[in-house]
């Protein structure tokens, strides 16, 4: 099994600040997705990043997958309260019939 | 439609109960997913169907039956659960279980949050 890990688990921060979250894994991936995820519902699909060295950009969210396709990062700017929640990296795994899940980021912003 | 809609929200149910919980998705997705998550943990894959057939199975306890009737809809079966099944359980669909899940992911539901008693 192809392990994904993220950092930090934690991330409490003040409205306005930046902040990088990282996934990392020894694997390569087909490609990398994260997801966010509030209280009581399911995880909602931010980006896919496919290509070695992609970089995307979702508004003040970037996203960046490594060279070698193991490894991904998204980074906010001028965090907002809203921006709060689970984020959750996820690599294509077994034959692509199913995602793999890092442990997630639990990000506060705090106003 | 681009939703996945599982029902119901909330369930309570003793360990001697049988309960379903279902999903339907309306996309013209190939591909159907169950998880369990639970607090403050990433989802945990069940079962994947894959062309309404059951493709994945992650050694999950016989007490969860899961069933695709058709394309559009997905059940999971409950039956002499334990209070540590108690989860949010999440339903899950993609075009196909191939390279659309590649470059589109998956939509997921809203979940159900199931407490056993």
């Known amino acids: 099994t192809q392990l994904l890990e993220q950092s930090p688990q934690f991330l409490s921060i003040q409205e306005g600040e930046n902040l990088t979250v990282y996934c990392n894994s020894s694997?390569?991936?087909?490609?990398l997705q994260w997801y966010r995820q509030e209280p009581g519902e399911g995880p909602v699909l931010l980006v896919t990043?496919?290509?070695?060295?992609e970089v995307k950009k979702l508004k003040r969210l970037t996203f960046q997958f490594g060279d070698a396709r193991k490894d991904s990062s998204l980074h906010i700017t001028a965090a907002q309260p809203g921006d709060t929640g689970l984020y959750l990296c996820?690599?294509?795994?077994?034959?692509?019939?199913?995602?793999?899940f890092g442990q997630g980021t639990r990000l506060t912003i705090n106003p | 439609d681009t939703e996945v809609t599982q029902t119901p929200k909330h369930l309570v149910m003793g360990m001697t109960n049988k309960k379903s919980l279902k999903c339907e998705q309306h996309?013209?997705?190939?591909?159907m997913y169950w998880y369990k998550q639970k607090a403050k943990k990433p989802p945990e894959l069940m079962f994947v169907?894959?062309?309404?057939?059951?493709?994945i199975n992650e050694s999950v306890p016989s007490r969860f039956s899961p069933e695709c009737p058709n394309s559009s809809l997905l059940n999971l079966h409950l039956h002499a659960l334990q209070p540590e099944d108690s989860a949010l359980y999440l339903c899950?669909?993609?075009?196909?279980?191939?390279?659309?899940?590649?470059?589109?992911?998956?939509?997921f539901g809203s979940g159900t949050r199931l407490t056993v008693v």
């Open positions: 899950a669909s993609s075009q196909d279980p191939g390279v659309s899940l590649y470059n589109y992911g998956y939509t």
């Open positions: 694997s390569v991936f087909s490609s």
């Open positions: 990043v496919v290509t070695g060295g």
């Open positions: 996820a690599g294509v795994e077994g034959g692509a019939q199913k995602l793999v």
């Open positions: 996309m013209g997705h190939r591909a």
């Open positions: 169907y894959s062309y309404e057939k059951l493709s």
